[in-house]
């Protein structure tokens, strides 16, 4: 798969919902109400991160929820990259960009949507034909402003804020052009996961899904 593809497979994803959640999963158990509470909210997209041992358990769950698309964040290695394949995720994630991981997702025909920090980080992305990006760690980086000038000389780069992003924030971003939609772990906190109210995470869903992006 191209990065071009890859681009444009993770337009679409990004465009299905205003918000993806960023997941932090450590019971496998937890998966599959926890993805149908976010789907049935309005948001179908689910980035799982690789930051648990029960994570690709996770997405093998959640792979099987109707409605939904799970993909792998935190994507550090050719390693990861075939572990979340096979467990069933359609799309990866990562912090940042090395040439090996790119090259890794390429070959393994897993979209990828790389983090960049900077223009430069962008840029090079760009050279490489990743016109989708991740922008993280968005907060750290200076924010929406941050992000508002990196896309004033560079308008055929779109982003995936994460890092920071919040419901007190998050229209900051949603306001810009250049942005898709955001990433954000707000909808599912560790707290109503830990409780099983899927209630309440559904709740939060259908908040964040009714976000405008411009």
Known sequence: MTPSEMSKSNEALCRMAPVVPVLVVKDAAHAAPLAQALVAGGLPALEVTLRTPAALDVIREMAKVPGGVVGAGTLLTLD?????????????????????????????DLPLLPGAASATEAMRLLERGYTVQKFFPAEAAGGAPALKAIGAPLPQIKFCPTGGVSMKNVNDYLSLPNTLCVGGSWVAPANLVEAGDWAGIEALAKEASQLTVA
């Open 80 to 108: 990861d990259v075939r572990a979340a394949k096979d467990a069933g995720a359609k799309f990866g994630v990562s912090p940042g960009a090395t040439d090996a991981l790119l090259q890794a997702c390429e070959d393994e």
